[in-house]
């Protein structure tokens, strides 16, 4: 089992990967990062991605969906922003965020690396 720091590494290992966070969504806040920048502040990427979180379960349970979201995608012109909630027993209540450059990325890969890196994460 991997822990935060070392799937936070794995994860910028994924091509095109400009940033990762893996964030509490009950508070905001983001438990580690790795990447980011100037142009990219994954503190605030974090906050503002919780809201999406909260709502597409909200939406899930008011529509009376019995299942569980495995990634919300978000396309930019020139970036992928993907969520990933964790399901595991130790990662309720988390997601992974990762930002790609479209221009490089591999979307179907980095969900399946996003996949992998779920699976051994140990929180």
Do not use: C, W
Not at 76 to 90: A, C, D, K
């Amino acid at each position: 089992m991997a822990e935060t720091d070392v799937a936070l590494k794995e994860a910028m290992t994924i091509e095109g990967a400009l940033g990762v966070a893996l964030v509490d969504y009950g508070s905001g806040m983001a438990l580690g990062v790795m990447g980011g920048g100037r142009d990219l502040d994954l503190a605030v990427a974090a906050a503002g991605n919780t809201d999406l979180v909260r709502a597409k379960m909200r939406t899930m349970e008011m529509l009376g969906l019995d299942e569980g979201i495995e990634d919300v995608l978000v396309t930019l012109t020139g970036q992928y922003h993907v969520i990933r909630p964790l399901t595991s027993r130790t990662g309720q209540g988390l997601f992974l965020y990762v930002v790609l450059d479209r221009s490089r990325a591999n979307l179907a890969m980095a969900r399946h690396r996003l996949k992998q890196i779920e699976a051994t994460l140990q929180v």
